[in-house]
């Protein structure tokens, strides 16, 4: 075998849902190892998440979960080199890079956003997010639409 597959190191839930997704998206939040500030940016933005969707009757963190959900692509489309062409052949994502791709995509388009701070950011792009719209949103659309449109290179899978 060629490439050397790694031994992943188990992640530690966060100290306040113990869960270890909230901890994986801690960590791409983070900037520079500041941690405690990302705990903070996150914890103050499902705080606003709750505050903004008091109506429904799903927790801040459900709310979360559910927009990481809808940000998250099905296919996506990889560049297969064929006898001197290059074909963008679409295949289905597997479990563990469909979170990763909705966490950055998440974090990057809030980043993105106008407002004051990074909480009130967040906060509005996962509000979005959970009502199917939003920079993510677009984004997976795109990626998607992009799929379709070569649909006919599927037989190029690898």
């Known amino acids: 075998m060629r490439k050397y597959k790694s031994n992943k190191q188990p992640r530690l839930p966060d100290p306040k849902h113990y869960d270890t997704l909230v901890t994986r998206f801690i ?21 606003i998440v709750g505050e903004r969707l008091s109506k429904e009757e799903l927790s801040p963190l459900e709310i979360w979960r559910k927009a990481l959900e809808n940000v998250a692509p099905v296919v996506e489309v990889k560049s297969r080199r064929i006898g001197g062409a290059t074909f963008q052949v679409p295949q289905e994502v597997n479990q563990e890079r469909k979170t990763s791709i909705s966490i950055k ?30 920079g993510a949103y677009k984004r997976k659309e795109e990626i998607h639409r992009m799929a379709e449109a070569n649909k006919a290179f599927a037989h190029f899978r690898f």
């Open 27 to 47: 960590n791409d939040l983070m900037y520079d190892g500041k941690k405690s500030l990302a705990l903070k940016i996150f914890y103050n933005t499902l705080d």
């Open 105 to 134: 995509n998440m974090i990057k388009y809030a980043r993105q956003r106008s407002g004051k701070s990074m909480e009130e950011k967040l906060a509005a792009e996962i509000v979005a997010a959970y009502n199917g719209e939003g």
